[in-house]
């Protein structure tokens, strides 16, 4: 029997995504979508019901003629991305172009792990730009600093209930809004269903819980010899806490209290039993079992990529564009190199991530646009310049188009254009990941948690997984920093 359903996401995931969603922290209350409702059933019939008119909208809220200048920082497209991520980057900037041809945009395009580094020396110095597309981690620490402009998405033509609530959290700091949500990001589990096949596996079925992805990891290794889990554990790079805090927010652990109902963010969990059951079974992957690569100290997703093509490793977690970067790069290959690759992409599955004893969860990521204030910006502050670019930025058309591989769009009206209708037709999987947003928890609200969760929790990892430390140490360690940073006592 066919186990499979649409786009082949497993049907025991499908029936879990459909049944009791959107409570918690990433549950929307929209205007632009049917919170009670949200599932990938949902989701596909609800696309193209809307027809969108960019300029507009933004019309009402800059005239087009407007002239003016906007400096732009953003992680654009790289080596990485599948190439309808950098078209879609070109077409963006046509578009804007064309709708507002008198304003001018110096844009700069950085690498993810040195965009933050180089906003805080530049916000210092009096040299950040007027407009800034960054992950919603950072903005809590930058508005405290007073770096950021207040912006709420009325400012810009658009109602705050078009914006999921865990989105608007990330930018709102003290009672204040300080940005514009632009994409959300939630991930899920990828699996090699020909490598589950070899290790004894249903091909057709992901682990269910987290102790299950730790022995499917081992009977992949012991059976086929090749790695089991594409563990990342990398010090200042945000692709850890992506890929560990739903791990930890399963078992009960956390950083803060930021999976609760109602986190107050004055209480740390990264000593509780929670969190030191979910460090236990990455020392047990990457120690005991050895089913993990050994470079998972240093690697990031990207590292992730080349085994996963190459059919050396069996499962991760990532976005939809994994797809899209694994037919790139069969595309590319040759010889026996292709065979390969061509049988990894058509054996290639997506699923919900692994639940744990307390929640199913995912990181509730994703990006804001932020207008940084004039006392930081070197030269004049066009605010309606600025303005105009983020309207056009954040609306239903290019909130959808600039998440075209790999997240959703941040205005939840653009769930329901042509342009998201289109994506779940061209990009497999896409419904999966969209599926998890109902269990995304977005990380702690406040200045610190850049460096606890790029910093404090990868450190925790290595203390572990390197035998610098016992389990229990690095969790207790870890909790005593987070303490100390937070002056908690």
């Known amino acids: 029997m066919n186990n499979l359903g649409p786009n082949g996401f497993s049907r025991r995931g499908l029936l879990a995504a459909g049944a009791g969603l959107l409570v918690g922290p990433g549950a929307a209350r929209s ?4 919170a009670a409702a949200w599932s990938p059933d949902y989701v596909r019939k609800i696309a193209g019901t809307l027809d969108v008119d960019t300029a507009a909208e933004c019309a ?34 046509a578009a804007f172009a064309k709708t507002y041809p008198n304003i001018t945009i110096e844009k700069q395009s950085f690498d993810y792990n040195n965009v933050l580094d180089k906003i805080r020396t530049a ?13 919603l981690l950072w903005a809590p620490e930058l508005a405290a600093k007073g770096f950021l402009q207040e912006l709420r998405p009325e400012d810009v033509g658009y109602p705050t209930d078009e914006f999921w609530p865990g989105a608007m959290k990330s930018v709102t700091w003290k009672g204040k809004t300080y940005g514009v949500p632009t994409n959300n990001e939630t991930m899920a589990l990828i699996w090699n269903g020909q490598l589950f096949e070899q290790a004894g596996l249903d091909p057709a079925v992901p682990p269910a819980t987290w102790d299950e992805l730790v022995v499917f990891s081992r009977k992949i290794k012991e059976k086929t010899g090749k790695f089991g889990y594409g563990m990342v554990a ?22 803060l209290d930021e999976a609760e109902t109602r986190p107050g963010y004055g209480q740390v969990y990264l000593g509780n039993a929670g969190t030191k059951a979910a460090l236990q ?8 079992d050895k089913s993990v690569p050994v470079s998972a100290l240093t690697n990031t997703q990207t590292e992730n990529q080349d085994p996963f093509i190459a059919g050396n490793l069996g499962m991760m977690i990532s976005h939809p564009s994994e797809y899209a970067v694994m037919v790139d790069r069969a595309g590319k290959a040759s010889g026996e190199d292709k065979k390969q690759a061509d049988a990894v992409v058509a054996n290639m599955r997506y699923g919900l991530i692994p639940t744990g004893p307390s929640r199913r969860a995912v990181v509730f990521g994703g990006w804001n646009a932020h207008i940084f204030k004039p006392s930081v910006v070197a030269g004049k502050h066009d605010m309606d310049a600025a303005r105009a670019f983020v309207a056009f930025m954040t609306g239903p058309e290019w909130s959808t188009k600039l998440a075209w591989s790999g997240s959703n769009p941040g205005n939840t009206r ?15 999987f896409l419904d999966v990941t969209t599926s998890m947003l109902t269990a995304g928890i977005p990380f702690p609200v406040i200045p610190e948690s850049a460096e606890i969760m790029n910093i404090v929790v990868p450190d925790m990892l290595q203390n572990a997984l390197t035998g610098r430390m ?6 207790d360690n870890a909790a005593k920093q987070v303490k100390d940073l937070l002056n908690l006592g």
């Open 31 to 34: 205007a632009g979508v049917d």
């Open 60 to 93: 009402k809220i800059v005239p087009l003629n407007h002239t003016g200048k906007v400096t732009y920082w953003y992680v654009g497209p790289n080596q990485a991305s599948p190439q309808i991520d950098h078209d879609i980057d070109a077409q963006f900037w």
């Open 123 to 135: 916000a210092l110095g009096k040299s950040a730009p007027m407009v800034a597309r960054l992950t």
């Open 234 to 255: 990398r010090r200042n790079a945000g692709n850890t806490p992506y890929r560990f805090m739903p791990q930890c927010w399963a078992y009960g652990g956390g950083a």
């Open 281 to 288: 079974a990455s020392y047990d992957m990457y120690v005991r």
């Open 414 to 428: 653009g769930f329901r254009t042509s342009w998201m209708k289109q994506r779940i037709e061209q990009i497999k």
């Open 470 to 475: 016992s389990v229990t140490a690095a969790a």
